[in-house]
């Protein structure tokens, strides 16, 4: 018999509860509520890797950065990207750990610090506009555009921020060792918040670049490759639905591939910030070969794998 592998995409928010529970060991006790869910699919059959987001994470170490840039030199972008994969990555490992220990399931967890390699050319680099960082003043922003090349831009009267490019994910770097980990039993958690962007020159070595990839379309490419049956992204709420937060919003079941596509395009449905990519990245794994995904919020991950709740997308 075959192993059934799922890779699951949870949210970098869903560490963080609200504005009171933002610490360290906040983030750790809301990840221990991922690892019950992981750990029941693991009871039911499923092999996992857990792919994450990072940006309130990300974000605070920007602002220590920035407040200590008096005393110490600021961390780079990709070096966030990757410091967040090690911590997430520690709080997932442990609490798997000890559930695997509570319930004597012979598995470990690894994490992969994951980089993801973006086109040179990819157009979003000219086209920067995802915000990153603190508010700063113009002066601040005109300075940092000329000394560092940052891309900055006014927020609504709030300030100035800067932002950097969302390319498209086209390689996970490190995929054939998540692959080989997944086969050999191991729960693995990878891609953090997207992966590490990097670009490769025209012998092939790769650099780091300051942007941000969004993680559930990464998510989707390491499902592709590593031969996924399910893709699941675990958000905010119970089910996906058209004309969201609307008079006339319907709750959706079950789209199949192409009703999904039609949805997307009609482009009244999803927000562009939030439900549009997560309905792309599945789209993006289907046309790659997946065979059906799965949207709901993290407490009903096991109800929606036995057909009771959330939004199921399949082929036809």
Known sequence: MSKKIAVVAIGGNSLIKDKTHQTVRDQYIAAKETCDHVVSMIKDGWEIAIGHGNGPQVGFILRRSELAAHELHEVPLDACGADTQGAIGYALQQNLYNEFRLYGINKSAVTVVTQVEVAADDPAFKNPTKPIGSFMDEAEAKRRQEKEGWSVVEDAGRGWRRVVASPMPIRIVEEASIKHLIEAGF????????????VADKEGMLQGVAAVIDKDYAAALLANGIGANMFIISTAVE?????????????LDHMTLAQAKAYLAEGCHFAKGSMAPKIKAVINFLEGGGEEALITNPENIEQALVGKTGTRITQA
């Not at 729960?187 to 990097?198: A, E, K, Q």
Request: aromatic share 8%; with cysteine.
């Open 187 to 198: 729960v693995v958690i990878c891609t953090g918040g997207g992966g590490i962007p990097v």
């Open 239 to 251: 089910k996906v639905a058209l004309n969201y937060g609307k008079p006339n919003q319907t709750w």
